[in-house]
C-alpha cells in the first residue's frame, strides 16, 4: 500500500522559514497532482497549495508569496518552503495526492509558529 509521510515541522519564530518534505512510497507518484493542507487547532482543514504533475502550482490567498510548492519527480517527494511565517500559519501540516484512485492523506507534522 502506497504511504505518504511529511517531515520538517517543528517550533519557529515568526518571521522565520521552514521546509517541508512529503515522501512518498508510490513509484507512480510523478504522475499526479499533489497538495499541502492545513488544519488549525478547532478549524476546518484548509489547502494551501498545489501542484500538478508538470509542475503548475496555485497557492491560498493567505500564504501567496510565502509559501513555495514544489516537487522532486525523481525521489517522489513534495516540498512546502514556507518563508516569512506568522502565528496564525500554526497548524498540523498534512500532503494530500489521489494516487491511481486512492485518495492518499500523510499523518500529518505540526508546525508551531510562536515567540
Known amino acids: 500500500q502506497v504511504q505518504l509521510v511529511e517531515s520538517g515541522g517543528g517550533l519557529v519564530q515568526p518571521g522565520g522559514s521552514l521546509r517541508l518534505s512529503c515522501a512518498s512510497s508510490?513509484?507512480?507518484?510523478?504522475?499526479?497532482?499533489m497538495g499541502w493542507y492545513r488544519q488549525a487547532l478547532g478549524k476546518q482543514r484548509e489547502l494551501v497549495a498545489s501542484?500538478?504533475?508538470?509542475?503548475?502550482?496555485n497557492y491560498a490567498d493567505s500564504v501567496k508569496g510565502r509559501f513555495t510548492i514544489s516537487r522532486d519527480n525523481a525521489k517522489n517527494t513534495g516540498y512546502l518552503q514556507m518563508n516569512s511565517l506568522k502565528p496564525e500559519d500554526t497548524a498540523v501540516y498534512y500532503c494530500?495526492?489521489?494516487?491511481?484512485?486512492?485518495?492518499?492523506w500523510g499523518p500529518g507534522t505540526q508546525v508551531t509558529v510562536s515567540s
Open positions: 494530500n495526492q489521489m494516487y491511481a484512485g486512492t485518495n492518499l
Open positions: 508510490g513509484t507512480l507518484f510523478r504522475l499526479w497532482p
Open positions: 501542484i500538478t504533475s508538470g509542475g503548475t502550482s
